[in-house]
């Protein structure tokens, strides 16, 4: 499915590519070298990928949103190397991340680098309603990683605030993604509304589903070891589901994870979210929010993009159908 949705905007994903390889030089060979490691250590690439079907389905021409999807894959880049600093992490997309191949300091530079390159290319563009979306989407970024280093070893998380997390840290990057291919094609008010409703809805159905995989997936799906998120003392929504409807016994053995952290009982929390409903909840979440970005896809023209973007709201919650 995932080549499919590519192929709808096969010649655009090759010059987002070619731009970013131009637009990652550097004197410094340090800053090209860790750039250059991150970028081509694959992923789904599916924020730029929205951009260009965003802006092509609404009839938008020229190079414009092949430099805007750049923009947004630079913002994700960036974050994921920030991210991996913050959490420790040793393995993103199945290989070292960039901070366990080189170090915390250079990860966190290179980051601020990729940051910067993101709003030089911003600013080329030349659309004032463009830059003020991606200058407050990358502050809500920020605040949703605070929030998300705050929530760690929590046990009252609700889930109101889980969703807030989610919503800011990672759904907000798809929103923006969406609402600027619009904006690139000036497409109508309303139709731009919908597109960014679409993004939302798209990334909180991705960052779901990945949170249920960290109880029942595998290293191959999520790029990562399962339990990471536990491992981090990470209250996500399949365990805020079973702190509230598993039995006492079950609920104290999920707390004391959550606040120590660590992985010891890993197999048995992941017995008690499933026998909870854990997993089906967070699931049944992700299916409805695609199955609204699908609903506004709708009213759209009917196109190869248009088909491209029902594929995306589908792939979203593929892996757990």
């Known amino acids: ?30 800053v090209e070298n860790i750039g250059h490691y991150i970028i081509n250590a694959g992923g789904k690439r599916m924020r730029p990928v929205l951009v260009l079907l965003a802006a092509r389905s609404c009839g938008a021409i ?38 366990a191949q080189w170090n915390n300091p250079s990860s966190v530079l290179v980051g601020d680098f990729i940051y910067s390159r993101a709003f030089q290319v911003l600013v080329s563009l030349g659309h004032i309603g463009i830059m003020q979306v991606i200058a407050d989407t990358t502050n809500v970024i920020a605040e949703g990683e605070v929030l998300q280093l705050l929530n760690k070893h929590r046990v009252d998380i609700t889930e109101a605030e889980y969703m ?40 909180l ?28 003392g990470k209250p996500t929504l399949p365990l805020i ?18 606040l120590n952290g660590g992985t010891e009982n890993l197999q048995e929390i992941i017995r008690i979210v499933q026998s909870s409903g854990g997993l089906e909840y967070t699931r049944d979440l992700a299916k409805r929010h695609a199955a609204a970005a699908a609903e506004k896809i709708m009213l759209l023209p009917d196109s190869s993009f248009r088909t491209a973007l029902l594929q995306m709201s589908e792939l979203a919650v593929a892996r757990v159908s």
Do not use: W
Request: aromatic share 4%; hydrophobic share 45%.
């Open 1 to 30: 499915m995932q080549k499919s949705i590519r192929a709808a905007v096969a010649s655009d994903f090759e010059a987002v590519n070619a731009f970013i390889v131009e637009q990652l030089h550097s004197n410094v060979d340090l």
């Open 62 to 99: 020229g190079d414009a949103p092949v430099k805007l999807a750049a923009v947004i894959e630079f913002i994700h880049t960036a974050t994921l190397l920030h991210d991996d600093v913050v959490d420790m992490s040793a393995m993103r997309r199945g290989r070292p991340t960039a901070n």
């Open 164 to 203: 807030r997390v989610i919503g800011d840290k990672t759904a907000i990057l798809f929103e923006a993604a969406a609402y600027c291919g619009a904006m690139i094609a000036g497409a109508d008010e309303s139709i731009q509304q919908a597109l960014k409703q679409v993004g939302r809805d798209i990334g």
């Open 205 to 232: 159905a991705f960052q779901l589903v990945d949170d249920a995989l960290d109880y029942d997936g595998n290293v191959e799906d999520l790029g990562k070891n399962v339990g990471d998120d536990l491992a981090e």
């Open 241 to 258: 589901h079973a702190l509230k409807h598993a039995e006492e016994k079950d609920k104290e053995l999920i707390r004391q994870a959550i």
